[in-house]
């Protein structure tokens, strides 16, 4: 089992910026992918960014490209989404996930993901 918690959410006017924090704990050696989604109200859960593990290949949503990072700590156990230039379109409930399934699935594919956080709520003011 592995458990993820994230955090660091919050409010934020338009063009600032926050980092978010994901807590990974548990059975972590077979983690193939990890990485974040997001769902606002009445939409459905999208891919943000994502990292395959065992490659360090990250990737992106064309949304947040040249505005939002993905990174890890040295000791993996903590991933890290950093969100600059922030828009009222960004507002959402943020999600880290964790997949170990080795699935052929895209990265953005909710799919691919066996693990879940509770979510972090981001709010971006115009």
């Known amino acids: 089992q592995v458990q993820l918690v994230e955090s660091g959410g919050g409010s934020v006017q338009a063009g600032g910026s926050l980092r978010l924090s994901c807590a990974a704990s548990?059975?972590?050696?077979?983690?193939?992918?990890i990485g974040w989604f997001r769902q606002a109200p009445g939409k459905e859960r999208e891919g943000v960014a994502a990292?395959?593990?065992?490659?360090?290949?990250?990737f992106y949503a064309d949304s947040v490209k040249e505005r939002f990072a993905i990174s890890r700590d040295n000791a993996k156990t903590t991933l890290y989404l950093q969100m600059n230039s922030l828009k009222p379109e960004d507002t959402a409930t943020y999600y880290c996930?964790?997949?170990?399934?080795?699935?052929?699935?895209?990265?953005?594919?909710?799919?691919?993901?066996?693990?879940w956080g509770q979510g972090t709520q981001v709010t971006v003011s115009s």
């Open positions: 996930a964790a997949g170990s399934l080795g699935s052929r699935r895209p990265w953005y594919d909710p799919v691919r993901y066996n693990y």
């Open positions: 548990g059975y972590t050696n077979n983690i193939d992918s």
């Open positions: 990292i395959y593990t065992f490659t360090g290949l990250t």
